[in-house]
């Protein structure tokens, strides 16, 4: 069964830098599709950034291209978002989801998730 575990985030300013990192405990296959969601108070959870496990093909919403990276490392199982140039309305508790059919943006198709890490960006 597989676990996910979200660490990082915390306060930032406006234009600073933090990274997420999320680390992937049990059965990882190269099929299997990693992203990163975030929901902010009273809005839905949204996609933020996705990688295939296998090709380390990278996908993100158009509200971070640019300023976001995901990556994966293999050998420790992990899932890294690193975040640059940060607004205030990035603020959100982000969420690590494994998604086992591949490519999803949608929430409801994901099973597993983590606890989720707050990021809170003051201007």
């Known amino acids: 069964q597989v676990q996910l575990v979200e660490t990082g985030g915390g306060s930032a300013q406006a234009g600073d830098s933090l990274r997420l990192s999320c680390v992937v405990s049990?059965?990882?296959?190269?099929?299997?599709?990693m992203a990163w969601f975030r929901q902010a108070p009273r809005k839905e959870r949204e996609f933020v950034a996705g990688i295939r496990w296998g090709t380390g093909g990278t996908y993100y919403t158009d509200s971070v291209k640019g300023r976001f990276t995901i990556s994966r490392d293999s050998a420790k199982n992990t899932v890294d978002l690193r975040m640059n140039s940060l607004k205030p309305e990035d603020t959100a508790v982000y969420y690590c989801g494994l998604n086992r059919g591949g490519y999803e943006t949608t929430v409801t198709t994901y099973n597993t998730w983590g606890q989720g890490t707050q990021v809170t960006v003051s201007s």
């Open positions: 049990g059965r990882i296959y190269s099929s299997h599709f």
